[in-house]
């Protein structure tokens, strides 16, 4: 079982920035792949950002592109979300999630490529 820590998450204003960690814990092998989802209110949970994890192979939504950038630490195995330039539309809750099987095809904007979720962490952008 893997666990999913989140942190980072907080107020900020328009054009600010944020980091978001996600550290993982439970499970001595690397992850095929981590990311990044958000739900915004009253709308649909959506693909942000997500890491291969061995090639350090990067994908954006394009509604992040430019802005949002996904790093990892393998020592620490954990994902990082570097957010600038953020806008009122960002505000959500921001979900880690975390591809442990190698099996299969690993579709990265589909929450069903993901077996871990953390609990998720707020962010809130005023304008």
């Known amino acids: 079982q893997v666990q999913l820590v989140e942190s980072g998450g907080g107020l900020v204003q328009a054009g600010g920035s944020l980091r978001l960690s996600c550290a993982a814990s439970g499970r001595t092998a690397s992850p095929v792949a981590m990311g990044w989802f958000r739900q915004a209110p009253g709308k649909e949970r959506e693909f942000g950002a997500a890491?291969?994890?061995?090639?350090?192979?990067?994908y954006y939504a394009d509604s992040v592109k430019g802005r949002f950038t996904i790093s990892r630490d393998n020592a620490k195995n954990t994902v990082y979300l570097q957010m600038n330039s953020l806008k009122p539309e960002d505000t959500g809750v921001y979900y880690c999630?975390?591809?442990?099987?190698?099996?299969?095809?690993?579709?990265?904007?589909?929450?069903?490529?993901?077996?871990?979720w953390g609990q998720g962490t707020q962010v809130t952008v005023s304008s």
């Open positions: 890491i291969r994890w061995s090639a350090g192979s990067t």
């Open positions: 999630t975390y591809r442990a099987t190698t099996r299969g095809t690993y579709y990265y904007w589909r929450e069903d490529s993901y077996e871990f």
